[in-house]
Every structure is written in C-alpha cells, then in structure tokens.
C-alpha cells in the first residue's frame, strides 16, 4: 500500500524541523566546545540560518525521507537507531564540506567543523525520532506497514 499524501506531507514537516533542532543543537554544542577549549573560534552562528539549516532540511528531504518510510515499514523505533541514521545522513555532506583533509583548515578546524556536521545529523536523527513519538506518526505505520 502506498504512503497517503497527508503521511507524506507530516513526514516531510517533522523531518524538516528536526533537520533545524539538529543544526541548532550541533552549532551552539560545538561552539561552546570550541569556545571552552580556547581554540578563538569564530562561532558564525549567523550563518547558520543561511547555510545550515537550507543544508540540513535538503540532505533530510533526500535522504531522510526515503528512510523514514523504510523505518515504517520495517517498524523501526529505537531511538539509536534514529541517532545512527541521521549520523549516517550527514556523512556525505560532511565528506563535502571537510575535503581536503590535508588543508590548513582541516588540520586546525577538523574537529569541531565534524563535531557540527556529523552532530547535526545525530541531533537531527534524534529529534525527529522524538517528534514522531510525541506526534504520534506511529498510528500512521499501520498504513505503511500493510
């Protein structure tokens, strides 16, 4: 049975605001980590509306939805499970981002620029699966699931 418009059109909105939670959540972690460590990294929390969160909703649409159906239909439901996902998500638009890994700014950045990418996407993984726990999207997996 296919996925009806409006289970569609829920998945997409809760994977597009935990793609925000997850982007918002790694950037002020890494930050902070950045910041504690006295590295005088420059946070550019202002880019974050312009760059990560246009990122981060596109590599969930692309990636996550078809996912999310997968997860339905297997009746998928831990929250590691979600977590390692949306790490995994994140891997080619890290992959992007942090090549080359012999540059200067890899070898000073390296961390903490993985520390958000890769953190976004395990924040982002576990929002989601938070936000279809307390939606209850789980109702909906019976549709899927058939």
Not at 39 to 63: E, H, K, R, S, Y
Not at 72 to 88: D, E, M, Y
Not at 103 to 132: E, M
Request: aromatic share 14%.
């Amino acid at each position: 049975m296919h996925p009806s418009a409006r289970f569609v059109f829920r998945t997409m909105s809760m994977l597009g605001v935990a793609a925000v939670i997850g982007v918002t959540i790694a950037t002020f972690t890494t930050c902070g980590v950045g910041l504690a460590h006295g590295t005088g990294t420059w946070c550019a929390l202002p880019l974050v509306w312009f760059i990560g969160f246009p990122l981060a909703i596109t590599n969930a649409l692309i990636f996550g939805l078809p996912l999310a159906f997968i997860f339905c239909k297997l009746r998928l439901t831990r929250w590691w499970q979600f977590a390692v996902t949306g790490l995994i998500c994140a891997t080619p638009v890290w992959i992007e981002l942090a090549e080359p890994f012999t540059s200067v700014r890899w070898a000073q950045f390296g961390l903490y620029d993985s520390l958000n990418c890769l953190g976004s996407g395990l924040a982002g993984g576990l929002a989601y699966w938070w936000i279809s726990q307390k939606v209850g999207i789980r109702r909906d997996t019976d549709e899927m699931a058939s």
